[in-house]
Protein backbone atom coordinates (compact mmCIF):
# COMPACT_ATOMS: atom_id res chain seq x y z
CA UNK A 1 0.00 0.00 0.00
CA UNK A 2 0.94 3.51 0.25
CA UNK A 3 1.74 3.66 3.79
CA UNK A 4 1.90 1.88 7.20
CA UNK A 5 -1.70 0.67 7.76
CA UNK A 6 -2.53 -0.17 11.57
CA UNK A 7 -5.61 -1.33 12.66
CA UNK A 8 -8.00 -0.39 15.15
CA UNK A 9 -6.87 2.72 15.45
CA UNK A 10 -8.38 3.21 18.80
CA UNK A 11 -8.91 0.14 20.90
CA UNK A 12 -10.84 0.48 24.53
CA UNK A 13 -10.70 -3.18 26.51
CA UNK A 14 -10.96 -4.54 30.10
CA UNK A 15 -8.19 -4.91 31.97
CA UNK A 16 -7.00 -8.73 31.79
CA UNK A 17 -8.20 -9.09 28.45
CA UNK A 18 -6.57 -9.79 25.45
CA UNK A 19 -5.94 -7.41 22.70
CA UNK A 20 -4.34 -7.76 19.20
CA UNK A 21 -3.30 -5.03 17.16
CA UNK A 22 -2.43 -5.28 13.11
CA UNK A 23 0.13 -3.69 11.01
CA UNK A 24 0.71 -3.75 7.17
CA UNK A 25 3.60 -1.88 6.43
CA UNK A 26 4.39 -0.64 2.99
CA UNK A 27 4.85 -3.18 0.14
CA UNK A 28 8.14 -4.80 -0.37
CA UNK A 29 9.26 -3.24 2.49
CA UNK A 30 11.66 -5.88 4.83
CA UNK A 31 11.99 -4.52 8.24
CA UNK A 32 8.75 -3.95 10.36
CA UNK A 33 9.05 -2.60 13.90
CA UNK A 34 6.88 -2.03 16.82
CA UNK A 35 7.33 1.15 19.06
CA UNK A 36 4.97 2.04 22.43
CA UNK A 37 4.22 5.58 22.92
CA UNK A 38 3.16 6.50 26.67
CA UNK A 39 2.32 9.67 27.41
CA UNK A 40 6.09 12.18 28.45
CA UNK A 41 7.78 8.66 27.81
CA UNK A 42 8.88 9.37 24.53
CA UNK A 43 8.88 6.57 22.00
CA UNK A 44 9.71 2.74 23.56
CA UNK A 45 11.43 0.15 21.05
CA UNK A 46 9.12 -3.29 21.53
CA UNK A 47 10.46 -5.60 18.46
CA UNK A 48 11.94 -5.46 15.00
CA UNK A 49 11.67 -7.52 12.12
CA UNK A 50 13.75 -7.73 9.28
CA UNK A 51 13.20 -10.36 6.50
CA UNK A 52 13.23 -13.92 7.78
CA UNK A 53 15.61 -13.68 10.21
CA UNK A 54 14.44 -13.88 13.97
CA UNK A 55 13.31 -11.19 15.58
CA UNK A 56 14.84 -9.14 17.66
CA UNK A 57 12.25 -9.11 20.73
CA UNK A 58 14.70 -7.02 23.16
CA UNK A 59 12.22 -4.22 24.04
CA UNK A 60 9.15 -6.56 24.50
CA UNK A 61 8.38 -5.27 28.43
CA UNK A 62 7.29 -8.97 29.61
CA UNK A 63 5.74 -12.35 28.62
CA UNK A 64 2.33 -10.80 27.88
CA UNK A 65 3.71 -9.33 24.73
CA UNK A 66 4.65 -11.00 21.24
CA UNK A 67 3.83 -10.18 18.11
CA UNK A 68 4.42 -12.25 14.60
CA UNK A 69 4.90 -11.33 11.40
CA UNK A 70 3.22 -13.76 8.50
CA UNK A 71 4.79 -14.21 5.06
CA UNK A 72 6.82 -11.31 5.41
CA UNK A 73 3.94 -8.81 5.75
CA UNK A 74 1.27 -8.04 8.03
CA UNK A 75 2.16 -8.08 11.64
CA UNK A 76 0.23 -8.96 14.79
CA UNK A 77 0.95 -7.05 18.11
CA UNK A 78 -0.87 -9.56 20.75
CA UNK A 79 -0.94 -8.20 24.55
CA UNK A 80 -2.66 -11.00 27.14
CA UNK A 81 -4.26 -10.34 30.50
CA UNK A 82 -3.99 -6.01 29.57
CA UNK A 83 -3.10 -4.36 32.53
CA UNK A 84 -3.91 -0.01 33.11
CA UNK A 85 -0.10 0.72 32.21
CA UNK A 86 -0.32 -0.98 29.15
CA UNK A 87 -2.50 1.49 27.86
CA UNK A 88 -0.17 3.65 25.16
CA UNK A 89 -0.07 4.44 21.28
CA UNK A 90 1.30 1.22 19.33
CA UNK A 91 3.07 2.53 16.37
CA UNK A 92 4.32 -0.06 13.88
CA UNK A 93 6.96 1.77 10.96
CA UNK A 94 8.56 0.05 8.35
CA UNK A 95 11.59 0.64 6.48
CA UNK A 96 13.26 -0.65 3.40
CA UNK A 97 16.33 -1.57 4.97
CA UNK A 98 17.86 -1.13 8.46
CA UNK A 99 19.79 1.89 10.27
CA UNK A 100 20.13 4.76 8.15
CA UNK A 101 16.89 4.29 5.88
CA UNK A 102 14.88 5.42 8.65
CA UNK A 103 11.28 4.30 9.18
CA UNK A 104 7.68 5.10 7.71
CA UNK A 105 5.28 5.17 10.67
CA UNK A 106 1.91 4.01 10.27
CA UNK A 107 -1.22 6.33 12.80
CA UNK A 108 -0.56 4.06 15.58
CA UNK A 109 -3.65 2.05 17.34
CA UNK A 110 -4.24 3.95 20.91
CA UNK A 111 -5.21 1.46 23.12
CA UNK A 112 -6.74 1.86 26.26
CA UNK A 113 -7.58 -0.62 29.12
CA UNK A 114 -9.96 0.31 31.91
CA UNK B 1 24.41 4.41 28.41
CA UNK B 2 23.38 5.05 25.25
CA UNK B 3 20.27 7.55 24.67
CA UNK B 4 18.71 10.60 23.46
CA UNK B 5 18.61 13.68 25.27
CA UNK B 6 16.00 16.71 23.86
CA UNK B 7 15.52 19.85 25.50
CA UNK B 8 12.30 20.10 27.15
CA UNK B 9 9.43 21.60 25.73
CA UNK B 10 7.22 23.25 25.47
CA UNK B 11 8.83 25.53 22.87
CA UNK B 12 6.78 28.57 22.71
CA UNK B 13 7.76 31.07 19.84
CA UNK B 14 5.81 33.73 17.64
CA UNK B 15 5.38 33.74 14.25
CA UNK B 16 9.05 33.85 12.09
CA UNK B 17 11.31 33.72 15.11
CA UNK B 18 14.51 31.87 14.86
CA UNK B 19 14.43 28.43 16.13
CA UNK B 20 16.95 26.07 18.15
CA UNK B 21 15.83 22.16 19.67
CA UNK B 22 18.62 20.76 21.01
CA UNK B 23 19.85 16.82 21.32
CA UNK B 24 22.71 15.30 21.96
CA UNK B 25 23.35 11.82 21.80
CA UNK B 26 25.32 8.97 23.72
CA UNK B 27 26.75 5.16 21.27
CA UNK B 28 29.55 3.57 20.36
CA UNK B 29 30.69 4.34 17.50
CA UNK B 30 28.74 6.68 14.71
CA UNK B 31 25.34 5.99 14.64
CA UNK B 32 22.95 7.32 12.16
CA UNK B 33 20.74 10.41 13.34
CA UNK B 34 17.54 11.91 12.50
CA UNK B 35 14.88 14.13 13.33
CA UNK B 36 10.79 13.21 13.26
CA UNK B 37 8.17 15.10 13.58
CA UNK B 38 4.05 14.73 14.58
CA UNK B 39 1.92 16.83 13.51
CA UNK B 40 -1.25 17.03 15.69
CA UNK B 41 -3.60 14.10 15.29
CA UNK B 42 -0.92 12.63 12.69
CA UNK B 43 1.55 9.95 12.81
CA UNK B 44 5.55 10.57 13.26
CA UNK B 45 7.01 11.81 9.81
CA UNK B 46 10.61 11.91 8.94
CA UNK B 47 12.00 15.25 8.71
CA UNK B 48 15.54 14.90 7.76
CA UNK B 49 18.74 12.55 8.66
CA UNK B 50 22.49 12.81 8.91
CA UNK B 51 24.35 9.27 8.13
CA UNK B 52 27.97 11.12 9.19
CA UNK B 53 29.79 13.77 10.61
CA UNK B 54 29.38 16.56 9.37
CA UNK B 55 26.65 15.92 7.02
CA UNK B 56 23.61 18.59 7.27
CA UNK B 57 20.17 17.07 6.95
CA UNK B 58 17.53 19.96 5.58
CA UNK B 59 13.96 19.70 4.99
CA UNK B 60 10.94 22.42 4.66
CA UNK B 61 13.41 24.90 6.00
CA UNK B 62 14.67 22.87 8.80
CA UNK B 63 18.61 22.33 8.97
CA UNK B 64 20.34 20.02 11.42
CA UNK B 65 24.14 19.30 11.52
CA UNK B 66 25.75 15.92 12.67
CA UNK B 67 28.49 16.87 15.02
CA UNK B 68 30.81 14.38 16.36
CA UNK B 69 33.01 16.27 18.50
CA UNK B 70 29.86 17.27 20.66
CA UNK B 71 27.75 14.48 20.16
CA UNK B 72 25.31 16.88 19.00
CA UNK B 73 22.48 17.27 16.30
CA UNK B 74 20.65 20.52 17.57
CA UNK B 75 17.67 21.08 14.90
CA UNK B 76 17.31 24.79 13.67
CA UNK B 77 14.87 27.14 11.36
CA UNK B 78 14.99 30.41 10.76
CA UNK B 79 11.79 31.56 10.64
CA UNK B 80 8.71 29.34 11.77
CA UNK B 81 5.45 28.87 10.78
CA UNK B 82 2.10 28.00 12.81
CA UNK B 83 2.20 25.36 10.94
CA UNK B 84 5.35 23.95 12.53
CA UNK B 85 3.65 23.77 15.78
CA UNK B 86 4.00 20.19 16.51
CA UNK B 87 6.28 17.56 18.76
CA UNK B 88 9.67 17.15 17.57
CA UNK B 89 11.77 13.70 18.15
CA UNK B 90 15.56 13.37 17.99
CA UNK B 91 16.88 9.94 17.22
CA UNK B 92 19.54 8.16 16.42
CA UNK B 93 20.34 3.95 15.07
CA UNK B 94 21.31 1.43 17.46
CA UNK B 95 24.95 0.31 17.18
CA UNK B 96 23.39 -3.25 15.52
CA UNK B 97 21.45 -0.94 12.95
CA UNK B 98 18.05 -2.76 13.82
CA UNK B 99 16.12 0.05 15.60
CA UNK B 100 15.78 3.86 16.21
CA UNK B 101 15.97 4.73 19.80
CA UNK B 102 14.25 8.09 20.45
CA UNK B 103 14.87 11.14 22.55
CA UNK B 104 11.12 11.97 24.78
CA UNK B 105 10.28 14.66 22.49
CA UNK B 106 10.01 18.50 21.81
CA UNK B 107 7.12 20.20 21.91
CA UNK B 108 6.88 23.21 19.97
CA UNK B 109 4.05 25.97 19.92
CA UNK B 110 4.05 28.85 16.96
CA UNK B 111 1.42 31.46 18.10
CA UNK B 112 0.84 34.11 15.14
Known amino acids: GAGVSQSPSNKVTEKGKDVELRCDPI?????LYWYRQSLGQGLEFLIY????????KSGLPSDRFSAERTGGSVSTLTIQRTQQEDSAVYLC????????????FGSGTRLTVV | GNSVTQMEGPVTLSEEAFLTINCTYT??????LFWYVQYPGEGLQLLLK?????DKGSNKGFEATYRKETTSFHLEKGSVQVSDSAVYFC???????????FGKGTTLSVSS
Open chain 1, 49 to 56: FQGNSAPD
Open chain 2, 91 to 101: ARSNQAGTALI
Open chain 2, 27 to 32: ATGYPS
Open chain 2, 50 to 54: ATKAD
Open chain 1, 27 to 31: SGHTA
Open chain 1, 93 to 104: ASSPGQGAYGYT
